[in-house]
């Protein structure tokens, strides 16, 4: 599993390291020797300025320049600060460093040098100001390697703390942290190498990360691949709830849904919808709905196991009373688009009845109508969904090109395979057929949320450039195949 570890955790895993017997100032050595193996497998020995800070990330940048120098580098090296201030282990690096030490100023960048960004690492906190931000805005256009993380780019967050320069190549050690894969901080990290620097993997038995990398290695156990001896009534029975006008939204979903594995997909819809939706693909099943109350005596059937709520159901009463009733029925549920927005005055009254069968998947907007009040929008994308899913109790997905799943245990994943090709109208409505073809064929709410949003992001990137909504769920076959594959 692709762990991701929090700068608090990161700090931990460092601590238990040494309390095992790792010495810290061998913890640094191994730090700067990774760095310097990865900048000299890709780059020629060439001018080079190595820029300290004055914590840990600076002492690694000492060390980085002594065995760059070494190795017949031209090296210069800049501290930020003063050599008396540092303390611990950076103290013990820079008493190795053999060539002079130079203040810190952007000057030591004339000549378009390599830049080794060693000034500050994921545990930042504060804004660059002064001197700090001037040196990392005179990076720009140059080659940067990043120890640890482009310096002013917070750890856990990806957010950047005034300015932070564009790296061609990031090297972290042990684990990744949130900031390498969240937005905007992805983009910034360039090229991420994670180093071994000699932690003992044990250390997470300890720490018990809950935050990962959406990777198959994380449910492809669990996936619901068809058994021999089995029928299309074992693989489950989802609904999809149609509207009147947007019928495309349904008829992508329920596909989607089929694609995925869903023994059967049923569409019910208004009943002067019935010709189009009827119209569309075969395999889909189409109920005419003729009241109010037919959704509700339609989910009576114990085999329809799992229901759709939103793609083009139109906002409002109908639409809220809806949700009500698949509540009310107990199906493992994904609401998505107006199944979230009708209920925008009235959140409580949606959150309040969930539970962890429950997938919310959300666009930044509709997050924040739905959970603005009771989980805020000024945190980082972690925390806020972590906490929507703690406040309603279901799995909460929040889309985006850095998508974020949480489950209301804390579990969170960061999914990093979507193309952004992937942003046109409705391949959201294709990634909620998806997570409802899975929840119907009884995997939990956490895992068929990730399953599928890795699937829609592996079918992005198998189609590529041009890609319609309507191309996704054709492409699942080739992407399941391959999946199956791995074992």
Not at 39 to 54: D, M, N, S, Y
Not at 402 to 415: E, I, L, M, Q, S
């Amino acid at each position: 599993m692709d762990e991701l570890l929090s700068v608090a955790e990161m700090y931990r895993a460092d601590q238990l390291a040494i309390a095992a017997g790792v010495p810290g100032p061998a913890l640094m050595e191994a730090a700067g020797a990774a760095v310097v193996r990865a900048v000299c497998e890709r780059w020629a020995p060439h001018p080079t300025a190595v820029l300290c800070g004055p914590g840990n990330n600076g002492g690694d940048g000492f060390v980085i320049a002594r065995l760059l120098l070494e190795a017949g580098w031209p090296v210069r090296l800049a501290l930020l600060g003063t050599r008396s201030a540092l303390t611990g282990d950076a103290a013990v690096a820079a008493e190795r460093w053999p060539g002079p030490i130079e203040a810190a100023d952007p000057y030591i960048l004339k000549g378009n040098p390599l830049v080794i960004d060693a000034l500050f690492g994921a545990g930042l906190s504060r804004p660059l100001d002064g001197l700090a931000r001037a040196i990392v805005e005179a990076m720009e256009g140059r080659t940067v390697v990043a120890v640890d993380v482009p310096s002013g780019l917070h750890g856990d967050s990806g957010r950047v703390l005034g300015a932070a320069p564009q790296a061609a190549l990031t090297v972290t050690f042990f684990r990744r942290k949130p900031g390498h894969v969240l937005l905007p901080g992805r983009t910034l990290c360039g090229e991420v190498v994670v180093a071994d620097i000699g932690i003992p993997e044990r250390v997470l038995d300890s720490i018990a990360p809950q935050t990962a990398v959406n990777e198959p290695s994380l449910w492809h156990h669990r996936f619901p691949w068809p058994a021999l001896d089995g029928h299309k009534y074992a693989r489950g029975h989802a609904v999809v709830l149609g509207g009147a006008r947007m019928t495309g939204a349904a008829r992508l979903a329920s596909v989607a849904a089929l694609r995925a594995g869903a023994g059967l997909v049923t569409i019910a819809c208004p009943q002067e919808a019935f010709p189009i939706y009827a119209a569309g693909c075969a395999s889909v099943i189409v109920d005419p709905l003729e009241d109010a109350d037919t959704f509700a005596r339609l989910l009576q059937d114990p085999r329809k196991n799992a229901v759709l709520i939103g793609p083009g159901a139109g906002r409002g009463g109908q639409t809220r009373a809806a949700v009500m009733a698949a509540l009310d029925a107990r199906r493992a549920c994904v609401l998505d688009a107006d199944a979230l927005t009708s209920f925008a005055e009235s959140a409580d009254e949606l959150l309040d009845r969930l539970d962890q069968r429950c997938v919310l998947t959300p666009h930044e907007g509709e997050f924040a109508r739905l959970f603005g009040d009771s989980v805020g929008m000024d945190g980082d994308k972690l925390s806020r969904v972590r906490a929507a899913a703690a406040r309603s109790g279901a799995v909460v997905v929040l889309k985006g090109a850095d998508t974020v799943v949480a489950a209301p245990d804390g579990r969170a994943v960061v999914n990093v395979n979507a193309p952004p090709d992937l942003a046109t109208a409705g391949t959201g409505d294709v990634l909620a057929g998806i997570v409802l073809g899975l929840l119907a064929q009884g995997m939990d709410g956490f895992e068929a949320a990730c399953t599928a949003v890795w699937l829609h992001g592996e079918a992005g990137r198998a189609l590529g450039p041009g890609l319609i909504s309507d191309d996704l769920a054709g492409a699942l076959p080739g992407v399941l195949k391959a999946l199956k594959a791995q074992g």
